[in-house]
């Protein structure tokens, strides 16, 4: 079967500091790969999807940038964040071909930014 | 731009009843939808789905209802229970192209015992 797994769950970060959260899934090849914000009792807004290695698509402009450097494994980055990065990150999969098939969810991370 | 959107922000209902969680979509193409539940600090969890070729699909304690004429997805859970409170969002396919799935905002379900 396959997993998605998030780390870290929850981060606490100061204005200005650099973010890498990452995203791996097990079971699966040549997954579909997503980046969602969720802010605090709102809607998913994507911001970044992949459909291969090294193919990133963005959604909004924005203080983030994603990278896909191997099969399985997505991550989400930023040189200095901003106090409108706080929210929930959360990383979804899908099987591969056309992105708007069923996507799975990771547990999230929390950040927090101060 | 063409988007998912739900009737109601919040659901209150008595442990055993029935809910009716429902959700609108302006997108006429669109030729799969899918039900989410979210529980407080937690990922989206895939609940059940439906294709634009049915109008009903059933899993256990629940059934997902597609109304392709007026645009209308719903969500029914039978002998709701205190673990089914959580928030509810619809999805759709836009089918087309490269599209990715368009979320709804969601709706908070509260079941009380």
């Known amino acids: 079967s396959q997993t998605i797994h998030q780390w870290p769950a929850t981060l606490v970060q100061p204005v200005g500091s650099p973010l890498s959260l990452e995203c791996t899934v097990e079971?699966?090849?040549?997954?579909?790969l997503y980046w969602y914000r969720q802010a605090a009792g709102r809607g998913l807004q994507l911001l970044f999807y992949?459909?291969?290695?090294?193919?990133i698509s963005s959604e909004v402009p924005q203080n983030l940038s994603a990278s896909r450097p191997q099969d399985r494994q997505f991550i989400l980055s930023s040189k200095k964040l901003l106090l409108s990065d706080s929210g929930f990150y959360l990383c979804?999969?899908?099987?591969?071909?056309?992105?708007?098939?069923?996507?799975?969810f990771g547990p999230g991370t929390r950040l927090l930014v101060l | 731009g063409e988007s998912v959107g739900l009737h109601l922000p919040t659901l209150s209902v008595q442990e055993g009843d029935n809910s009716i969680i429902n959700c609108a979509y302006s997108?006429?193409?669109?030729?799969?939808f899918i039900w989410y539940k979210q529980e407080s600090g937690k990922g989206p969890q895939f609940i059940i789905d439906?294709?634009?070729?049915?109008d009903k699909r059933q899993g256990q304690r629940v059934t997902v209802l597609l109304n392709k004429t007026v645009k209308h997805l719903s969500l029914q859970i039978a002998a709701t229970q205190p673990g089914d409170s959580a928030v509810y969002f619809c999805?759709?396919?836009?089918?087309?192209?490269?599209?990715?799935?368009?979320f709804g905002k969601g709706t908070m379900l509260l079941v009380s015992p």
């Open positions: 979804a999969w899908s099987v591969a071909g056309f992105p708007g098939e069923t996507q799975y």
């Open positions: 079971g699966t090849s040549n997954p579909n």
């Open positions: 992949s459909v291969g290695i090294g193919q």
């Open positions: 997108n006429s193409a669109s030729d799969y």
């Open positions: 439906i294709r634009s070729n049915m």
């Open positions: 999805a759709e396919n836009p089918n087309s192209g490269y599209s990715t799935l368009t």
